[in-house]
């Protein structure tokens, strides 16, 4: 009985101290009007179904044939604009500051996810080179097949690929979401903001950060370790970061840059050009450029 009392009491003192304004100030989101936050299991899920319509005949569903693909895509397709739609809606509620709620934001998050959907197309054609150059560029891959089903890079892009489409068409909160699914999976953290163009390729991946105003070309491929990040921080008047700049590499097209290479800021990684393993790179480098480390004497 003591033993139960004390255990009482240790309960109480923590949840005093829990609920203590100053305890969780700076940690606590209180939903306006009490809407519910966007859902991780839910936006996996959706995420997933895209895959497997951007994938046909993977991901657990071998009896797709052309005969029977229009629907399976309509099926799938009709179960992410209505998931996605209201995901998005909650979004809109995270960061809302309004007293009274508006029916607009539910009009709004279904144009958005119409909008979306009309981007898969593209998105698809661009997974295709990718894929392509994952099995061109590895040694080591038997069939493009293999870098659908195994390849962390596949998997990352896919996501970022998804993201960046809902970035640019403001969505918000959501595209962050989904690329940090990926890099917890994957150990590749790739911002939804970043543009990439076709034919991209990380070979083994883990470790890669891409900040939100990279601009990567075609066909460029990365190693582990690699970081296309920012070199400074500027802070307006008031000592607040000054966010939106561009602030990360521009890497031009047929770019490769060995594992654990940093390159920093807004330069220009020329097309064509090589950086060595562990560089650190905060300057221009011009087209078709070797850049290594010495070796000591």
Not at 108 to 115: K, S
Not at 195 to 215: A, L, P, Y
Not at 253 to 258: A, E, F, K, P, Q
Request: glycine fraction near 10%.
């Amino acid at each position: 009985m003591k033993s139960k009392i004390n255990g009482n009491s240790v309960l109480s003192q923590v949840v005093d101290a829990l609920c203590a304004p100053q305890s969780y100030q700076g940690v606590y989101h209180e939903p306006s009007f009490g809407s519910p936050m966007p859902s991780v299991d839910a936006l996996a899920e959706t995420v997933e179904r895209l895959r497997s319509i951007l994938f046909p005949g993977y991901f657990k569903e071998p009896f797709i044939t052309p005969r029977n693909m229009a629907y399976f895509v309509g099926s799938k397709l009709e179960k992410v604009r209505r998931e996605l739609s209201r995901q998005i809606a909650r979004g809109f509620c995270f960061s809302c500051t309004e007293t009274i709620c508006s029916s607009e934001c539910e009009d709004r998050a279904d144009a958005l996810a119409d909008a979306f959907l009309l981007t898969l197309p593209k998105v698809r054609h661009l997974l295709a080179t990718d894929v392509q150059a994952a099995y061109v560029g590895d040694p080591a891959a038997k069939s493009p097949g293999e870098t659908i089903f195994c390849y962390p890079s596949i998997r990352a892009v896919t996501n970022q690929r998804l993201a960046h489409e809902l970035y640019l068409l403001g969505v918000p909160l959501i595209p962050r979401i989904i690329t940090e699914m990926a890099h917890s999976e994957t150990g590749i953290d790739i911002h939804p903001g970043a543009q990439i163009g076709e034919g991209f390729f990380i070979d083994h991946g883990t470790g890669v950060v891409i900040g939100e105003t990279c601009i990567i070309g075609a066909n460029v491929r990365l190693y582990q370790g690699v970081t296309l990040g920012a070199k400074s921080f500027p802070k307006d008047e008031q000592g607040h970061l000054v966010k939106g700049i561009p602030r990360h590499p521009i890497v031009e097209d047929d770019v490769i840059i060995y594992s654990g290479a940093t390159v920093l800021g807004r330069i220009t990684i020329g097309r064509g050009a090589v950086i060595g393993g562990n560089m650190w790179v905060v300057e221009d480098v011009p087209p078709g450029a070797r850049i290594f480390r010495k070796e000591p004497h």
